[in-house]
């Protein structure tokens, strides 16, 4: 009996093991099998294409509405889910971790998708994207790739529409470009009478459309021709055009592409202003609240453009550049005694538009350069107002400039339309050769114009009164002054010392303490231009000039030829030679006069 008991007893426990190993552990979660996934294939469903069908997978490349400025988008939804081995679903998303990222949408679409245009909506997995579909016989791809559990993805097909084809990718934003687009309908054959809109994508603006004519550059051969200007560019790359395109005007097809406008490392356009800060869109590329800093941020050759405001600075210059004030008399460089307020050490700089001042032991503007362009500027309170001039260094000289060796060969700068006031030595200094000094005021300076080591300069309709000295031409060939107004200048109105081949003409001589006068050491006068410089020596000109009142006669010009006195401005004037202007003017010349600006100019744009 006991022994019957003993088998009975391990039956029973055999048959409770045997339950327990059938019913129970099946139903531990299945982290303890490390051989069994978390989930099943995931799966992703396209709940609404877009389209008519919303199920069928298929859709046509949207309608641009002509004039609003806005790209069409198909808003795709769709539902991304899993199961576990409990058979329960498992949605994308509902977890917090679960982000946009890991979604791609690919395929033949205008722009790629980010997290304003693809968003997880609502819970259980469901998510809507925004897309442009651009061509006929392309695709979308979604794809999920679910980390750690797998990844699904659904295509949907491009059905109608047609094809464009920008010939770039990009191009550099700061200068004219002409945009090429080539346009084909859905067997490829070009399109010579399609409808062609040009959009910014970020400002949501049409800026250019076009219809075709079968024209070159209007359809001929499918090929659309835009010019895309500087000034319709803006002010901060990068940028997206839209390219929307139909098959021809009130045609239900339309295809899309685009073009970037990017970016350079250096920007040809740049704007200064004393109130940018870091807040400022561009801020650091391209916008700046400090000159200095708005030059060395620009391309070579391009354009640094300030704002009316309060610059103190010292300016360097030391590439070729456009550096525009918006208002000469309120866009001002003001300095703090010390220093120059733009000092150009590159060829082919313009300067235009500002007011300088107070750089009362330095100068306006000082350049030791070439093909330099110095406009529409106010320069006041300074030691010298413009400065050009030569600079000794030791170099070689070549056959062609043997006479210039040791020196740089400043020339062909053109200072015009400027006002010199006020400035203590000199309104305008000038070395080097083929300068032109032109419809400029210049007063109350020790000298308005000096010239010095100078070849070739020409000094045209500017006003020079109120000085202490009108033109000093000193050590200088073939100097021209020509149609001047020369008046009011307390000693003399020009000075012609130790030079060569002087042409004084047509100017107007009023009211000054003498009008003109002249020195010509022969020996010094011989050792530079004979020996040091190699011209010929040869008087000056005295031709045609008005001399404050009408006269029958030849005039006579004073001045001294003697064998070595120097320099001297300062009367007496001993005399003991004259030159002789045999035809002066019976009238005064009716010569173009620039008037101190007391008026503020037109506003910026």
């Keep these: 009996m006991k022994h019957y008991r003993k088998i009975q007893k391990a039956i029973t426990l055999n048959s409770v093991l045997l339950f327990v190993g059938l019913t129970i552990i099946p ?32 859709v046509d490349v949207p309608a641009y509405l002509p004039g609003s400025g806005i790209t069409p988008t198909l808003t795709i939804n769709f539902t991304i889910l899993g199961t576990n081995s409990s058979e329960t679903t498992t949605y994308y998303g509902d977890d917090p971790w679960e982000d946009w990222q890991n979604i791609s949408i690919t395929g033949d679409i205008l722009y790629p998708v980010n997290e304003m245009t693809l968003a997880h909506v609502g819970t259980k997995g469901d ?13 979308i791809v979604l794809c999920i790739d679910w980390p750690g559990n797998g990844s699904a993805n ?3 097909d491009i059905i109608n529409g047609m094809n464009v084809h920008p010939t770039v990718d990009s191009f550099p934003w700061g200068s004219d470009f002409t945009l090429i687009v080539m346009i ?29 004519e079968n024209k070159v550059g209007n359809g001929a051969n499918g090929e659309y021709w835009f010019w895309i200007r500087q000034e319709d560019q803006g002010t901060l790359p990068p940028k997206n055009i839209t390219i929307a395109a139909q098959t021809y005007p009130g045609s239900p097809y339309w295809g899309y592409g685009h073009v970037l406008m990017e970016r350079p490392k250096n920007p040809p356009l740049v704007y200064v202003d004393d109130g940018y800060n870091m807040t400022t869109p561009g801020w650091g590329y391209n916008h700046f609240n400090i000159i200095q800093d708005g030059t060395n941020a620009v391309e070579t050759n391009g ?25 000469k008399n309120s866009t001002i460089l003001h300095g703090d005694e010390n220093g120059s307020g733009i000092n150009i050490t590159a060829d082919n700089v313009t300067v235009s538009g500002f007011t300088i001042q107070n750089y009362t032991n330095g100068y306006g503007i000082l350049l030791s350069t070439s093909y330099n362009h110095i406009i529409d500027t106010i320069i006041s ?45 000199v309104g305008i200094s000038v070395s080097g050769k083929n300068n032109t000094i032109f419809h400029n005021r210049i007063s109350q300076s020790e000298y308005g114009i000096m010239t010095g080591i100078a070849e070739s300069n020409n000094i045209t309709q500017n006003t020079i009164s109120d000085n202490d000295n009108g033109i000093l031409i000193m050590a200088s060939y073939d100097t021209k002054v020509y149609q001047n107004i020369i008046s009011n200048n307390e000693e003399l109105g020009v000075f012609d010392f130790c030079t060569s081949r002087t042409l004084i003409r047509q100017n107007n001589f009023m009211e000054n ?11 010094l006068r011989a050792r530079f231009f004979n020996t040091f410089l190699d011209f010929p020596i040869t008087r000056s000109i005295w031709e045609g000039n008005y001399w404050e009142r009408s006269r029958t006669m030849p005039r ?31 009238e005064p010349y009716a010569i173009p006069e620039i008037t101190h600006p007391l008026q503020k100019s037109a506003v910026w744009l």
Aim: glycine share 8%; charged share 20%; proline share 8%.
């Design 184 to 212: 084909q309908d859905m067997a490829g054959d070009p399109l010579k009478y399609g409808k062609v809109c040009l959009l910014w994508e970020e400002e949501d603006d049409e800026f250019n459309v076009t219809e075709g």
């Design 381 to 425: 309170d300074c030691i010298g107002g413009i400065i050009i001039f030569f600079y000794w260094y030791p170099y070689q000289a070549t056959s062609i400039n043997t006479r210039y060796e040791g020196f740089n060969l400043t020339g062909y700068n053109t200072v015009t339309k400027n006002t010199l006031i006020r400035n203590r030595g």
């Design 513 to 523: 303490g003498r009008h003109a006068y002249f020195n010509q050491a022969v020996l």
């Design 127 to 139: 998510w809507m994207c925004d897309v442009t579909p651009t061509k006929p016989g392309g695709d």
């Design 303 to 327: 354009t640094v453009l300030v704002n009316n405001g309060m610059y103190p600075e010292n300016i360097l210059i030391d590439k070729s550049l456009n550096l525009l004030g918006e208002d």
């Design 556 to 586: 006579l010009i004073p001045g001294l030829v003697s064998l070595s006195r120097g320099f001297a401005t300062d009367p007496p004037y001993p005399v003991n030679f004259f030159q002789i202007d045999r035809h002066p003017a019976q």
């Design 154 to 156: 659904q295509t949907i």
């Design 27 to 58: 139903t531990i979660p299945t982290l303890f099998s490390p051989s069994t996934p978390i989930l099943a294939p995931v799966d992703l469903i396209v709940n609404d294409d877009g389209s008519g069908d919303p199920t069928d997978n298929e």
